[in-house]
């Protein structure tokens, strides 16, 4: 029987295409951007917080005007609201007592429409 390797070889030869790899590395964002950008996708991997932006592609809207229309209690809407507002996806102001939420900036619209669009394919 033949014994199996556990490493994946990607060349015929053993050694590195070492301007590549260096080219490569030095386009690469450090660690801490890495991890910034996980936790933004992480951010959008919750389909309540996708409805929510997507509510908000269009109009600006309180926490109860969301929660009637994706039939979720206010609390909910609340909570998820912080975590959009904490990467910020999403902007609030104030009206008197009301607060009303709206998208942070053109990037968020662009990222959820790039996401629809690969779904879509």
Not at 37 to 65: H, K, N, P, W
Not at 103 to 113: E, F
Request: net charge negative; hydrophobic share 45%.
């Amino acid at each position: 029987m033949a014994e199996q390797r556990n490493d994946v070889e990607c060349c015929d030869f053993m050694h590195a295409h070492e301007d590549v790899v260096a080219k490569v590395q030095k386009g690469m964002p450090d660690e801490d951007v890495l991890y910034d950008l996980t936790e933004l996708f992480r951010i959008f991997g919750d389909s309540t917080r996708i409805r929510i932006l997507y509510v908000l592609f269009a109009s600006e809207m309180c926490v109860c005007d969301i929660a009637q229309l994706l039939g979720m209690t206010q609390s909910a809407i609340s909570h998820q609201l912080r975590a959009l507002k904490a990467a910020k996806l999403v902007k609030a102001r104030r009206d008197g007592k009301t607060v009303f939420y709206s998208l942070a900036d053109g990037h968020v619209r662009t990222i959820i429409n790039q996401g629809l669009e690969h779904v879509l394919e």
